[in-house]
């Protein structure tokens, strides 16, 4: 079992950046396969950003693609999205995601509680 507490989210304005950071405990997390969801007001749960058990794969929604980053630092038991360029449709309550697959495009097992993220125009 992984628990999952993210952290970095606030208020910031159109064009910055900002950086998550999603912390697991557990002596497994090389183990996971991460990613980071986002939901909107309103709107449903999205993915946003995906990474492979080792860091090696990672894949993105076409709307942060060229703007998010996602990495991890297995040694470090933490997950992290780089988002520059933010937009105000960017603002949401942003999630971190473990799996034990191969990717969190085909189920997730853990969610972290959230962080919010508002972007002001």
């Known amino acids: 079992q992984v628990h999952l507490v993210e952290s970095g989210g606030g208020l910031v304005q159109a064009g910055g950046s900002l950086r998550l950071s999603c912390a697991a405990s557990g002596r497994t997390f090389s183990s996971y396969a991460l990613g980071w969801f986002r939901q909107a007001p309103g709107k449903e749960r999205e993915f946003v950003a995906g990474i492979s058990r080792s860091g090696d794969n990672t894949y993105y929604a076409d709307s942060v693609k060229g703007r998010f980053t996602i990495s991890r630092d297995n040694a470090k038991n933490t997950l992290y999205l780089q988002m520059n360029s933010l937009k105000p449709e960017d603002t949401a309550v942003y999630y971190c995601?473990?799996?034990?697959?191969?990717?969190?495009?085909?189920?997730?097992?853990?969610w972290g509680k959230g962080t919010l993220l508002t972007v002001s125009s």
């Open positions: 995601a473990a799996t034990l697959s191969s990717s969190v495009h085909y189920g997730v097992d853990y």
